[in-house]
């Protein structure tokens, strides 16, 4: 597959509010992982022009273009909008969205951060390519559906650290829980899809039958016998204690996410991950 290329935009963390809010939002777009979800898997996408696949229990989501063309992406979106959809899963005019757009760990995301993002997006070259209709059972094919599921499932709320620890530990738990929404894989999810929030970053079996890691610091089931430096190296590389590398969807995330990241984020993730309840796998190991 053809790796999708934006301009790479690397600084020190304390240097990061001082730039511009467009090269703000060149990082903060690699941290989000937007790169690998609205890019389709073909030699010929565009970055971010949609068409991805994201298959689910629930059906075939496609990753929309969020580009900011007018007509099939986001041009036409004010900034509030934007901020709805990201903080309340819900684009203009009232449409609700799916969970397969992981709002609910975007929610956290703050104001200033989300608008960064936003002004980078419209600063690229609109792409004019439709949205493809996703791939889902009857009973599920309307927005009515996922305004039931918010209802029942999603909580609304922006990230809130704890004072009682420090900036690099408050800066892992927002990159993991809302901007990284590392729980959004990592977690196992009920019957209705919903993560299963006391056994979070335990493992889940994906969408092909196959596990996906615990990544608590379980000493047997997680990464309880790693240490932060092995962490950092498989954030930046996708290399593994043994030397292995990482392959499937993660060597992906390594790629256009968190190998983009500067190392004071990679060391606040590592950090927070280590820091977490080292809890057993959800489930058995699938076959």
Same mark, same amino acid.
């Given at each position: 597959?053809?790796?999708?290329?934006?301009?790479?935009?690397?600084?020190?963390?304390?240097?990061i509010?001082q730039?511009?809010?467009i090269?703000?939002g060149?990082?903060?777009?690699?941290?989000?992982?937007?790169?690998?979800?609205?890019?389709?898997?073909?030699?010929?996408?565009?970055?971010?022009?949609?068409?991805?696949?994201?298959?689910?229990?629930?059906?075939t989501?496609y990753?929309p273009?969020?580009?900011?063309?007018?007509?099939?992406?986001?041009?036409?979106?004010?900034?509030e909008?934007?901020?709805?959809?990201?903080w309340?899963?819900?684009?203009p005019?009232?449409?609700?969205?799916y969970?397969?757009?992981p709002?609910?760990?975007?929610?956290?995301?703050?104001?200033?951060?989300?608008?960064?993002?936003k002004a980078?997006?419209?600063?690229l070259?609109?792409v004019r390519?439709?949205?493809r209709?996703?791939?889902?059972?009857?009973?599920l094919?309307?927005?009515?559906?996922?305004?039931?599921?918010?209802l029942?499932?999603?909580?609304?709320?922006?990230?809130t650290?704890?004072?009682?620890?420090?900036e690099?530990?408050?800066?892992?738990?927002?990159?993991?829980?809302?901007? $990284?929404?590392? $729980?959004?894989?990592h977690t196992?999810?009920?019957?209705?899809?919903?993560?299963?929030?006391?056994?979070?970053?335990?493992?889940?079996?994906?969408?092909? $039958?196959?596990?996906?890691?615990?990544?608590?610091?379980?000493?047997?089931?997680?990464i309880?016998s790693?240490d932060?430096?092995?962490?950092?190296l498989?954030l930046?590389?996708g290399?593994?204690?043994?030397?292995?590398?990482?392959?499937?969807?993660?060597?992906?995330?390594?790629?256009?996410?968190?190998?983009?990241?500067t190392?004071?984020?990679?060391?606040?993730?590592?950090r927070?991950?280590?820091?977490?309840?080292a809890?057993?796998d959800?489930?058995p190991?699938?076959d």
């Amino acid at each position: 597959m053809r790796r999708a290329c934006l301009p790479l935009l690397l600084f020190a963390l304390p240097a990061i509010a001082q730039v511009t809010p467009i090269q703000r939002g060149a990082y903060l777009v690699h941290a989000g992982g937007c790169i690998s979800c609205h890019t389709a898997e073909t030699d010929d996408a565009v970055p971010l022009a949609g068409g991805r696949a994201l298959e689910s229990p629930f059906g075939t989501f496609y990753a929309p273009n969020i580009t900011p063309d007018r007509e099939t992406g986001i041009g036409g979106w004010t900034d509030e909008e934007f901020l709805t959809a990201f903080w309340e899963g819900v684009g203009p005019g009232g449409k609700y969205y799916y969970p397969a757009f992981p709002y609910p760990s975007y929610t956290g995301i703050t104001r200033a951060d989300l608008l960064a993002i936003k002004a980078y997006l419209f600063s690229l070259e609109p792409v004019r390519q439709p949205n493809r209709e996703h791939e889902l059972p009857w009973y599920l094919d309307t927005r009515l559906a996922a305004a039931a599921w918010q209802l029942l499932k999603f909580d609304a709320g922006r990230f809130t650290g704890d004072p009682e620890l420090d900036e690099e530990w408050n800066r892992g738990a927002y990159l993991v829980r809302h901007l $990284g929404h590392c $729980g959004e894989c990592h977690t196992p999810r009920d019957a209705l899809g919903g993560l299963i929030r006391d056994r979070e970053l335990a493992g889940a079996v994906g969408p092909d $039958g196959k596990r996906i890691p615990n990544i608590t610091p379980h000493p047997e089931d997680g990464i309880g016998s790693w240490d932060r430096q092995e962490i950092e190296l498989f954030l930046e590389l996708g290399m593994l204690p043994d030397g292995d590398f990482v392959g499937g969807a993660m060597a992906e995330v390594i790629d256009d996410n968190t190998s983009q990241l500067t190392p004071g984020d990679r060391r606040a993730i590592a950090r927070y991950l280590l820091s977490l309840p080292a809890l057993p796998d959800a489930e058995p190991p699938a076959d």
